[in-house]
Each structure stands twice: as structure tokens, then as C-alpha cells.
């Protein structure tokens, strides 16, 4: 028995849809991006890239357990002293419900050079349509 190790770059990538609508953000994102990375796949290699496109849609009905919609913050720092930022769940889902959920997926993915590049297979839309039907993409259950 010889241990299979993929090499080179993979061609062969599915389209996926995603409906958000009344999903836990969480348990979404981690799915999304198991799908992303390919560990799906029996020719999963933790150094390339194996994984499929997925398309997100209904990012704006997406939801959250417990108490957290109401106390879950987002931060960021501008760099210079004092500049910390601080944003509230509420506000972000309803005026960047995308951001919110690409950034739960980002972190989820390597945070190298590999995960930079699997990040952007991921597309993110705050309704119902999308513009990649020529793709063919299969519907996904989470």
C-alpha cells in the first residue's frame, strides 16, 4: 500500500449553493469551509488546493444563537494609538450581511498563503440572485 499524494494543481472544481436563510452562522461557515479547503474529497492534500466554489446566498437571513445577535462585536484596529474600533452584529448584518459572513468563513481557513487563495472561491450575496448560473452550481443542504 503506498500513501497517494496529490501533485500539482487541481482542475476539476464543482459549484455549490448555499441558502442561508435560517442558518446558524457558525455551522454554516464551518461547512463552507471544509467544501472550500476539499476535505470532502478522498484526494484531500492538507498543501494544495482541492476544494470547490461555493456560492452564498440569503446572507442577510442568516442567524445566531442565544443572546449573541445583541452582544456580539466585531474589532479592528486603525494602527495608531486610541484607534480601536468597535462594531455591533446589528449593525453589520443589515448594512454588510456579506462581510459578516465571509469573515466567519476566513476564519475557519488557514491563515497562510493557501487559505488567502481558497478564500476567494467563496462568493457572497445578500439575496436570492447571483451571476454565476453558467457555472451550473449544485444546491448544497447544510
Known amino acids: 500500500m503506498n500513501t ?23 455551522r454554516l461557515a464551518s461547512r463552507v469551509a471544509s467544501i472550500l479547503r476539499g476535505k470532502h474529497k478522498p484526494i484531500f492534500s492538507h498543501h494544495i488546493d482541492v476544494g470547490d466554489h ?14 449573541k445577535s445583541t452582544s456580539k462585536f466585531y474589532y479592528h484596529h486603525s494602527g495608531y494609538p486610541g484607534g480601536l474600533k468597535k462594531e455591533s452584529y446589528e449593525k453589520l448584518i ?14 475557519m481557513l488557514p491563515h497562510n498563503k493557501l487559505g488567502r487563495k481558497i478564500v476567494k472561491k467563496v ?20
Open 4 to 26: 497517494f499524494v496529490h501533485k500539482g494543481d487541481y482542475k476539476d472544481r464543482n459549484w455549490y449553493v448555499v441558502d442561508a436563510t435560517g442558518k446558524v452562522l457558525g
Open 54 to 67: 461555493v456560492i452564498i446566498i440569503n446572507a442577510d437571513k442568516i442567524r445566531l444563537t442565544g443572546k
Open 94 to 107: 443589515k448594512e454588510k450581511p456579506e462581510w459578516v459572513v465571509y469573515h466567519a468563513v476566513r476564519g
Open 123 to 142: 462568493k457572497i450575496y445578500r439575496g436570492s440572485e447571483h451571476p454565476h448560473k453558467a457555472q451550473k452550481p449544485e444546491i448544497l443542504e447544510v
